[in-house]
């Protein structure tokens, strides 16, 4: 009997080494980083464009496709969406050097403020940055001075990019409603 049991333990012991050895072969030690191929050393980069959103003329860059019943008599237009494809060009002036386009839509998402829903990604067609873009997502609260979104993403060159976008409106025609805004945009990427 006594031999019995200690071959039982001695089983018992041999089973369990062998379950904490292949356990540890398929639980790969998490202190072992494998070089990421093709990704340099971190960088930040600051992006200083013009954003026009055009909503007059026969060709609007911004345009509504949904409202609430009671958007009409909201003072905030709350729950409007604007779709957009707006140039983002190098200077105030629309026709100045075209660096790309953001895309997206925002929407009035405030019953007490003017203060919009930005999602959009700014796709650029210029230069290093031809092809890349940014997610950019977050609150504007238009009549602000300054107003700071998230920058949540990006693709291309900025792969990994985390940042904020800083909106500042460089010209509003109450007539039209359409708006040239300044962007600086400050992204950590790769
Ligand atoms: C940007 O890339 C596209 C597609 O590769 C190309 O057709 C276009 O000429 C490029 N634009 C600039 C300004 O480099
Ligand atoms: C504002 O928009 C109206 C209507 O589109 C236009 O007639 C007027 O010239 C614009 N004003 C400026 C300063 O661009």
């Known amino acids: 009997m006594a031999r019995f049991l200690f071959n039982l333990h001695l089983f018992i012991i041999i089973f369990l080494f062998f379950v904490l050895v292949v356990s ?4 790969r030690s ?10 340099g050393k971190e960088k930040i980069s600051h992006l200083n464009f ?8 026969p060709k609007p860059t911004a345009v509504p496709v949904a409202a609430a019943a009671s958007t009409k008599k909201s003072p905030t237009f709350f729950g409007a969406v604007v779709m957009t494809d707006d140039p983002l060009t190098e200077t105030p002036d629309p026709k100045s ?10 929407a009035f998402a405030s019953q007490e403020d003017l203060s919009l829903l ?9 230069g290093e940055y031809n092809g890349s873009s940014l ?9 602000s001075k300054v107003r700071e979104m998230p920058v949540v993403g990006g693709s291309g060159l900025f792969r990994f990019a985390r940042g904020y976008a800083q909106a500042h409106t460089h010209a509003f025609n109450v007539t039209s409603g359409d708006a040239v805004v300044e962007y600086n945009v400050r992204v950590i990427h790769y």
């Open 24 to 27: 540890a072969k398929t639980h």
């Open 30 to 39: 998490p202190q072992m980083p494998r070089p990421a191929v093709g990704f």
């Open 50 to 57: 013009y954003f026009h959103d055009i909503l007059s003329g």
């Open 97 to 106: 050097k075209l660096f790309g386009r953001a895309q997206g839509f925002y």
């Open 118 to 126: 930005m999602a959009m990604t700014f796709a650029f067609v210029d």
């Open 135 to 143: 997610g950019i997502l977050g609150r504007n609260t238009v009549l």
